[in-house]
């Protein structure tokens, strides 16, 4: 299986190893839904998660591009400045996170802070981008 958007309405429908984690009327979800204050929990610990490996590795609350950076790492690229151990088990809960959720945390330039948006938004992002970027 994987992500898609339904042909009648739009919606996206996130696929993960869950299953599907957001659907539609036509297509609902496989996987229950999760009440909003622990999905805006687990979206705050994935925040949290992602600083604490931007500090680890580069001394700062959030480097450039960590999001990025993180991203590769949880799909197995390695990454320099990523080689504690806490942070690989750290990436490997954030990918289980992000796969139930169906987001990805990445920093808004236009508010100045780190949000969460779909996988399937972020995954356009982050090959347009080419990966990591220093923007």
């Known amino acids: 299986m994987s992500s898609f958007n339904c042909e009648h309405c739009g919606a996206p429908c996130l ?6 984690t957001t659907g539609c009327e036509h297509y609902p979800p496989d996987v229950p839904k999760i009440p909003d204050i622990i ?15 931007s500090e680890d590795g580069w001394a700062a609350t959030w480097y450039s591009g960590i999001e990025h950076l993180a991203w ?16 690989k088990r750290a990436l490997r809960k954030l990918k289980e996170v ?38």
Not at 39 to 53: A, D
Not at 72 to 87: N, P, Q, R
Not at 100 to 114: F, M
């Open 15 to 20: 696929d993960s190893p869950a299953g599907y």
């Open 39 to 53: 999905r805006q929990c687990l979206i705050e610990w994935m925040v949290q998660t992602v600083q604490e490996i």
């Open 72 to 87: 590769d790492a949880m799909h197995g690229k390695k990454i320099d400045g990523l080689h504690f151990y806490s942070t």
């Open 98 to 135: 992000s796969d139930y959720l169906g987001v990805w945390v990445h920093w808004d330039k236009k508010v100045g802070e780190p949000r969460s948006i779909p996988v399937g938004v972020w995954v356009k992002i982050h090959e347009a981008k080419g990966g990591r970027i220093d923007d």
